[in-house]
Every structure is written in C-alpha cells, then in structure tokens.
C-alpha cells in the first residue's frame, strides 16, 4: 500500500483534458511540496511538475500542478497519444523521514 | 547536460550479490545528493534512500536496511548500490535519481535503470 493514493488509471480522447489526483496527510503533501513523474515503458521516469507547480525546462505548459490541503493533482490538457504513460506523484514523509510515491496511474489515451 | 548512465542488467542466483553502478556527467558530482528507487514487477516506484555525495553518508528507506549499501566513488563521479544475500523478490529494476536543486525533495535527473534478476 503506497502512502500517497492515486487513481489506479484514467483516460482520455485526443485533445481533451485529464486530470490526476494525489491524496496524502499533514506529515506529507500537507507540509511539503509536491513532484509529479512521467513514466514511458523501457525509459527512465521524468520529472513533470515540482515544488507543486513549476515545470522544468522543456516540459510542455499542458502540464500543470496544483495543490490543496493534503492533496495535489496534475493536469494535462490537449491530451496526445505520446501522453500515454504511468504517472506517479511523490514527496517527503515527516513522520517517515522519507521519500513517498503514490502507487502510480495508468494514463490511456483512446 | 546532467546526464545519469547505468551498468547494465544482471542475472544472479539467490545468496548472491550485485553491485549497480550510476556513472553522473554534466554537473558537480558532490553538489547533488542521488537517490536510489526501485520498481518492482508490475509495481510502482519505492524509494530506497539517498547518500550525501559531499560526505558519503548514507540514508536507508524502511526494508533497506542491512542487506543494501549506498557507496561512492568520487574521482569518477558514480554512485553505486550495492545488495548482498539476493532474495527472488530483490528482482527489481533499480534507478538511480538525481536530488533536485534546492533543499526540497524532487528528482530532476534519472538514470535508464539497471533490471536485476535473481533466479536459480
């Protein structure tokens, strides 16, 4: 069981947006920033979003984050088939002292 | 550019020990601390734990412990994890990840990931 829950999976058309969500407690999303991981088959995980909602350089303004409370969700909107992919959501434990995933979700884009 | 190069997968029997290597180019080595994570069959990503590149000084992540060792190799700017006494359920593949600019937790750098197996 990840500390973190995601959505399992979500889909989408082409050019329609998705939302992800991420639901944590105070000892994690409630007290610290949030980072959001694009995760294509065979590739390395890439960072998408940190410090809640800011993208590095080279990621695309389809994606964004945002954050309430202790939860955060990531949009992307116009949705293209190189969108497909597992997306996770991570931060720091307190209480853990440690780095949390979500369980990660399974972008289709129909 | 940051760029993190693994070694490549490895086969092992149970009992056995693997040593992975995350060769870092395109920044100060000892600037970023690296994390280590693992994905498991099927699984989603577990973080592992850090090692300050500055001191050496490892952080192990719950069931880390004992078995798993972070290690550094400074003139040649790699890191290094380390698992002894391999169990099926270490096959795994393991990345290492690269402590975000600032003192936040992200990781802004990944490597391609190194697939351990272990089998008899």
């Known amino acids: 069981q990840s500390v973190l829950t995601q959505p399992p999976s979500v889909s989408a058309a082409p050019g329609q947006k998705v939302t992800i969500s991420c639901s944590g407690s105070s000892s994690n999303i409630g007290n610290n920033y949030v980072s959001w991981y694009q995760h294509l088959p065979e590739t390395a995980p890439k960072l998408l979003i940190f410090?809640?909602?800011k993208r590095p350089s080279g990621i695309p303004d389809r994606f964004s984050g945002s954050m309430s409370g202790t939860s955060a969700t990531l949009g992307i909107t116009g949705v293209q088939t190189g969108d497909e992919a597992d997306y996770y959501c991570g931060t720091w434990d307190n209480n853990l002292s440690a780095g949390v995933f979500g369980g990660g979700t399974r972008l289709t884009v129909l | 550019q940051v760029q993190l190069v693994q070694s490549g997968s490895e086969l092992r029997k149970p009992g056995a020990s693997v040593k992975v290597s995350c060769k870092a180019s395109g920044y100060i080595f000892t600037s970023y601390a690296m994390h280590w994570v693992r994905q498991a069959p099927g699984q989603g990503l577990e973080w592992m734990g850090w090692?300050?590149?500055?001191?050496?000084?490892?952080v192990y992540g719950q069931g880390f412990t004992g078995r798993f060792v972070f290690s550094l190799d400074t003139s040649v700017t790699t890191a290094y994890l380390e698992i002894s006494s391999l169990k099926a359920d270490d096959t795994a593949v393991y990345y290492c990840?690269?402590?975000?600019?600032?003192?936040?937790?992200?990781?802004?750098?990944w490597g391609q990931g190194t697939l351990v197996t272990v089998s008899s």
């Open positions: 090692i300050n590149t500055n001191t050496g000084n490892p």
């Open positions: 990840a690269r402590h975000g600019s600032g003192s936040y937790y992200f990781l802004d750098n």
């Open positions: 410090e809640n909602n």
